[in-house]
């Protein structure tokens, strides 16, 4: 990639040139993923908890056609505020750059960033997947692709549990996509902490995840890493309840036509709702606790 279309804030160059460890932010959580002012607020935060694990944090977003890899809170502030910002993902990423749009990024177009900046662990809140209703819509997250062929850590909470979750854990696995349950036996949900599949890998510690990924590396194979982190305990929002509400939402998107890329902002939106906010708050504190074991495997792999 040209220079002039990657800029790596200096704090991140200077940690990935030393070797430190740094951990990459989406930002399509601040632009479509919550209102204002939750939204800086949580990004904010959540950059916050990086730093305490003994990371640099690297929020990515395209602003005036460069692909931004670490952004000041100035940047940060107007993101949260901004109208019309695209949400992009592989497809729509050199469209952004090519015609100045500002975009913020999806799971997918952040690893494809994170991984031309060299930023090798990625913290987010939860991954796309293979949509509820594929046989009419065949609408597949490009997140599942993108964790086949690029190479990162992405640590989530599951995929989004609005998704149909075993035709997910399904195409994972067809893709070669190690799925690490951390300190779990069960898969997590998002919002639940578990979805009443197994997770197929186990591990209990950072330095066994970062193990795996120099495993992953030394063999040669190409892809990223899925570590699924459950909801801390307090904050779970039981799977019988939110199932119960997603069914609402689901068929409120069907009766309105939405569909694409609208469905999941419409979806959490409308959860946000049904749960009287409480959703929402789960959102934050799975995310930060991502942020916290990301910069753990962060951490640990750069002392390896």
Same mark, same amino acid.
């Given at each position: 990639?040209?220079?002039?279309?990657?800029?790596?804030?200096?704090?991140?160059?200077?940690?990935?040139?030393?070797?430190?460890?740094?951990?990459?932010?989406?930002?399509?959580?601040?632009?479509?993923?919550?209102?204002?002012?939750? &939204?800086?607020?949580?990004?904010?935060?959540?950059?916050?908890?990086?730093?305490?694990?003994?990371?640099?944090?690297?929020?990515?977003?395209?602003?005036?056609?460069?692909?931004?890899?670490?952004?000041?809170?100035?940047?940060?502030?107007?993101?949260?505020?901004?109208?019309?910002?695209?949400?992009?993902?592989?497809?729509?990423?050199? !469209?952004?750059?090519?015609?100045?749009?500002?975009?913020?990024?999806?799971?997918?177009?952040?690893?494809?960033?994170?991984?031309?900046?060299?930023?090798?662990? !990625?913290?987010?809140?939860?991954?796309?997947?293979?949509?509820?209703?594929?046989?009419?819509?065949?609408?597949?997250?490009?997140?599942?692709?993108?964790?086949?062929?690029?190479?990162?850590?992405?640590?989530?909470?599951?995929?989004?549990?609005?998704?149909?979750?075993?035709?997910?854990?399904?195409?994972?696995?067809?893709?070669?996509?190690?799925?690490?349950?951390?300190?779990?036996?069960?898969?997590?949900? !998002?919002?639940?902490?578990?979805?009443?599949?197994?997770?197929?890998?186990?591990?209990?510690?950072?330095?066994?995840?970062?193990?795996?990924?120099?495993?992953?590396?030394?063999?040669?194979?190409?892809?990223?890493?899925?570590?699924? &982190?459950?909801?801390?305990?307090?904050?779970?929002?039981?799977?019988?309840?939110?199932?119960?509400?997603?069914?609402?939402?689901?068929?409120?998107?069907?009766?309105?036509?939405?569909?694409?890329?609208?469905?999941?902002? !419409?979806?959490?939106?409308?959860?946000?709702?049904?749960?009287?906010?409480?959703?929402?708050?789960? &959102?934050?504190?799975?995310?930060?606790? &991502?942020?916290?074991?990301?910069?753990?495997?962060?951490?640990?792999?750069?002392?390896?």
């Amino acid at each position: 990639m040209q220079d002039t279309a990657l800029v790596v804030a200096p704090e991140v160059a200077e940690a990935l040139a030393a070797g430190r460890p740094v951990v990459a932010l989406e930002s399509t959580i601040i632009t479509h993923g919550m209102p204002h002012p939750r &939204n800086l607020e949580t990004a904010r935060a959540v950059e916050a908890v990086v730093r305490a694990g003994g990371a640099v944090p690297a929020t990515i977003a395209v602003i005036d056609g460069r692909v931004r890899v670490g952004l000041d809170e100035e940047t940060l502030a107007w993101l949260a505020q901004a109208r019309d910002v695209m949400k992009l993902s592989r497809a729509d990423l050199p !469209f952004a750059v090519a015609t100045g749009r500002p975009g913020a990024t999806t799971v997918a177009a952040t690893m494809i960033c994170a991984a031309l900046a060299g930023i090798r662990v !990625f913290a987010t809140g939860g991954i796309g997947g293979v949509h509820r209703g594929v046989e009419e819509t065949m609408d597949v997250s490009a997140d599942l692709e993108e964790l086949a062929r690029t190479p990162v850590c992405v640590v989530c909470a599951g995929a989004k549990a609005i998704l149909d979750l075993p035709r997910t854990l399904e195409a994972l696995e067809t893709r070669g996509v190690p799925v690490i349950g951390y300190r779990t036996d069960a898969l997590p949900a !998002f919002w639940s902490r578990d979805s009443g599949l197994p997770a197929p890998l186990r591990l209990d510690t950072p330095d066994a995840i970062a193990a795996l990924l120099a495993a992953k590396r030394d063999l040669g194979l190409d892809g990223g890493v899925l570590v699924t &982190n459950p909801v801390p305990e307090e904050n779970e929002i039981p799977r019988a309840e939110i199932e119960s509400h997603i069914a609402t939402a689901l068929a409120e998107a069907r009766a309105q036509g939405v569909g694409a890329k609208a469905v999941t902002p !419409f979806l959490l939106g409308r959860l946000v709702e049904l749960t009287a906010g409480r959703s929402l708050e789960t &959102n934050i504190a799975l995310v930060k606790s &991502n942020a916290t074991l990301a910069a753990e495997i962060a951490v640990a792999a750069a002392r390896g």
